[in-house]
Nanobody
Framework: QVQLVLSGGGLVQPGGSLRLSCAASGNIFKIYSMAWYRQAPGKQREFIGTITSGGSTNYADSVKGRFTISRDNAKNTVYLQMSSLKPEDTGNYSC???????????????WGQGTQVTVSS
């Protein structure tokens, strides 16, 4: 059973930085593109960015230049480095991605459980 486990959320002051991790565990053969999302209270889920298996990235305009997505394929982990944080970055952050398990030709999309990021002084 594949799981995506998030960590690294918390409270940070405006202008500060925070790094989130999304670690995949289970009988994994390959992890394909991974994406980050966030959802603020009372708002729809917002796309943040994505990273392909080869490391190419794409970002929403709202975070471009402040957030960086990277991955460590050896650790089956994707990171979201956030800097110059603003109060409007507050939300529940989650990740998803396409994962192929050992012995399976199918690729399934899995979601992490979410981690709260609060930007406040």
């Amino acid at each position: 059973q594949v799981q995506l486990v998030l960590s690294g959320g918390g409270l940070v002051q405006p202008g500060g930085s925070l790094r989130l991790s999304c670690a995949a565990s289970g009988n994994i053969f390959k992890i394909y593109s991974m994406a980050w999302y966030r959802q603020a209270p009372g708002k729809q889920r917002e796309f943040i960015g994505t990273i392909t298996s080869g490391g190419s990235t794409n970002y929403a305009d709202s975070v471009k230049g402040r957030f960086t997505i990277s991955r460590d394929n050896a650790k089956n982990t994707v990171y979201l480095q956030m800097s110059s944080l603003k109060p409007e970055d507050t939300g529940n952050y989650s990740c998803n991605g396409g994962v192929q398990s050992m012995g399976d030709t199918n690729v399934y999309t899995y979601w992490g459980q979410g981690t709260q990021v609060t930007v406040s002084s």
